[in-house]
Structures are given as C-alpha cells and as structure tokens.
C-alpha cells in the first residue's frame, strides 16, 4: 500500500508540475478558470440517517442556483445514488479502470438537471492497478474537474477511504439524527478524524436531519460542537437542519428526490437553505478536483505509513 501510495503521489505530482505555465496561462486567456470545483463529502457515522438523500437533494438545490454539479457514489460496500433516482447505469469506474469507457462515457445526465457517476466501489481496484494504469485513471478522473461542484456520497462509517475522502474535500459534511445512537456515531467519527487529521483545517459541517424543528436540532448541533471544541480542539460548523417529514419516505418509495416531488415541503425547502448558505460561504480558494485527488492519494500514503509503523 505504501508503494501504490507513494507512486500515486508521485504521478499527480509530475501531472501538476507537467501542467506548466502554459496551460494555466491559455485558461486566463480562455477567461475561464481551470480545475476549481468545489468538493463537497457528504458522511456519515452510521448508514440509514439520510446520507445519500441529502447527497442527491443537495445537488439539485445547487443545479437550480445555475451549478453544473456532479454526484459521485463512493460508498464501496453499497452504491444507491442510482437506485434513488431510478436509474441502471450501463457502466461505472470499473469500466474506466478497465480502459473500457472513459469518465465522459459513463457520466450520466439525469433529468434533474444533475449528473452521476456510479459504481464507485471501482475504487477498490486500485490497488491492483500499474503505475501507468493509475495514471490513466487519475487523468479520467481530473476531466470532471469542469463541473461546478462535486459532492462525494461516502460509505457509512470510518473506513480509511472514507476518512481520505473527508480529508481531501473542500467541505465535508456530517449528517446525524436526533436518535442516541446516530449522535454518538456522528460523534466518533469526528472523533476519529481529530485523531487521525489533526493538523488539517478539515471545514467539517454539521447537519442534523429528521428533526421536529430548529430547537431540537440546534440542541444536538451545540452538544457536538461543545464537544468537540472542548476535547478534541476541532471546529465544526452548525450548516442547518432538515424536517422530519412525512414526503422524504414517500419520495423514496417512488424512487425520486423530495424536492423535485414536493418542492415546497418542509424538507425541501431545509435544504434549500442548507445550500443557500454554502453557495454564500464558499471556501477561501477552491483548489478544484485535481487538487483534491492529490490531496486523497496523499493522505492514502499517510494512513499507509502510520500502519506499517504500528
């Protein structure tokens, strides 16, 4: 793992210095920016508390502010960004790895407005994967670096693919219930990343879903965010909160999102101000999709590293 970490590095960083001056100089010309998508992880601490509705709702409220957005399923063990818009897709990353389609071939145009790429659990193949391979598969990658914004629907949990993703993102959102059992693992991970992240400015989000209203919810964002300031010295950020309504489940039945089946219920328009708010809260300077992937396969080697030496 070191070894494939350690080339992985290496590549992105010859595909950065390769880049030149040139290039950047031909984009100022283009008078477009080149490679500043806004990253955005959507986590959790355990499955079922609403991590992939709020992945996929989210990124229709950010298509109807005039964003290009990209939604990538990461969750290795059990992708179903496809399943809750009712969608088959052909292909997924495996088929890229396996140099059979690239991005461009398997990205999918929903009729909301968004895109998708499934079947992240290709992810896993990299380890099997040659330098040259590799390389390949990073270049594919980097050519959604055109969307706005990529959000990254992570597997539950605490997984070391998880955690790189939530270090690598520009913005990585933790979504937790009300329910003691969703708080106290929304907690551990938080946890587990002041632990393992320490030295990174991570610009964790809290959301808390299924609440009755704002009191509830703030009374569980405070917990956590007094928590984690007084024992960990990790700042996380209350993003807002989303009702508990009755037209999510009924969505989900029906296999669309929420806030295209009843835009104006409560949740739809909770999220609606969720993105509101990060649309005007944009990072310093978004480093973009290219950046992000050096930033994920460096903090790959890290956590290869500090398990050889333990």
Not at 32 to 54: C, E, Q, W
């Amino acid at each position: 793992m070191e070894d494939q970490a350690e080339k992985l590095r290496e590549i992105m960083k010859r595909k950065k210095d390769g880049t030149g001056s040139s290039k950047s100089s031909s984009s100022s010309k283009a008078g477009k920016p080149s490679d500043k998508a806004r990253i955005i992880t959507v986590t959790s601490g355990k499955g079922g508390v609403g991590k992939t509705n709020l992945s996929v709702n989210m990124a229709i409220a950010f298509a109807r502010l005039g964003k290009k957005v990209v939604v990538m399923d990461a969750d290795l063990g059990l992708a179903n960004v496809n399943v809750m818009l009712n969608m088959i897709p052909k292909y997924n990353l495996y088929h890229v790895i396996k140099k059979q389609k690239t991005i461009r071939e398997i990205l999918v145009e929903t009729e909301y407005g968004i895109s998708i790429v499934a079947g992240a659990s290709g992810f896993s193949q990299i380890a099997n994967m040659g330098e040259e391979d590799r390389r390949d598969f990073i270049s594919e990658l980097d050519t959604l670096s055109n969307a706005d914004i990529i959000i990254i629907d992570t597997s539950a949990g605490v997984s070391s693919n998880v955690l790189d993703f939530i270090a690598a993102a520009d913005d990585a959102v933790i979504i937790t219930t009300p329910e003691p059992t969703a708080i106290t693992d929304a907690y551990g991970i938080i946890k587990i990343i002041a632990t393992e992240y320490d030295a990174l400015n991570m610009g964790l989000k809290l959301v808390v879903n299924r609440s009755k209203g704002a009191a509830q919810a703030k009374g569980v964002a405070d917990r956590m965010i007094n928590i984690a300031g007084q024992f960990l010295n990790l700042k996380v950020d209350y993003l807002g909160f989303i009702y508990d309504d009755s037209s999510v489940p009924q969505a989900v039945i029906r296999q669309k999102p929420f806030m295209v089946v009843d835009p104006k219920c409560k949740a739809s328009i909770c999220v609606q101000h969720i993105v509101d708010r990060m649309d005007r809260n944009k990072p310093g300077e978004s480093s973009g999709f290219g950046a992000m992937l050096r930033r994920l396969f460096g903090q790959s080697q890290d956590t290869a590293n500090r398990g050889n030496s333990e």
